[in-house]
């Protein structure tokens, strides 16, 4: 089974704390060259996280493709950063155990799926504990992975064993628009 993990199109709120869920116009250009992009890729599943930044970009997908149904699963829903060794934010008292709980649960919906190929929209941090499973790392350590918005990172799952094959694949944006990345990407030395 190969399963795309697909980071939402960029919103104000991935900029400043407080900012709109919804694309913005950053997100709405990122999202053309990623289905774009997709055209090469067959999947026999799109599944999406149930917030709007995630359902945007799914749609998208879904009529670039033709696919007839998204499946939701709102355990894929943006986990706390502290959980991929994020800073924490002043004020926030996210439920941990429920959250680690919620994207285990999400990993064990997806891989019990008898799919061939599995496309999954959602967000920066489960793609960084996704990551995790597959690595077998530190969750604290998880936080220096980039993942761009509208990147792509694939993974193989062959007997229960989990083959990483990419990692924030974004090659789809134009030039200008990494451009504006360069200062983000960090080595794992």
Not at 62 to 84: C, D, F, M, N, S
Not at 103 to 110: D, F, Q
Not at 134 to 143: E, G, H
């Amino acid at each position: 089974m190969k399963i795309y993990f697909i980071r939402h199109g960029e919103t104000d709120a991935n900029k400043f704390e407080g900012g709109s869920e919804k694309l913005n116009t950053e997100g709405k250009q990122q999202l053309k060259f990623l289905v774009e992009y997709l055209k090469h890729l067959d999947f026999d599943l799109l599944i999406s996280s149930d917030l709007e930044r995630a359902m945007d970009t799914a749609k998208q997908i879904q009529k670039a493709k033709k696919i007839k149904k998204i499946k939701i699963i709102p355990e894929l829903r943006e986990i706390y950063r502290g959980i991929v060794g994020g800073p924490k934010i002043q004020g926030e008292t996210p439920n941990i155990r429920e959250e680690k709980n919620n994207v285990e649960t999400a990993w064990k919906k997806i891989t019990g799926l008898k799919k061939k190929n599995i496309a999954v929209v959602c967000h920066g941090n489960v793609i960084r504990y996704m990551i995790g499973k597959a690595l077998n790392v530190k969750k604290k350590d998880l936080w220096r992975i980039v993942v761009d918005n509208c990147s792509v990172t694939e993974m193989e799952v062959l007997n229960k064993r989990i083959l990483l094959v990419s990692i924030n694949e974004h090659r789809h944006i134009t030039y200008n628009e990494r451009r504006r990345y360069k200062d983000t990407i960090i080595s794992l030395k």
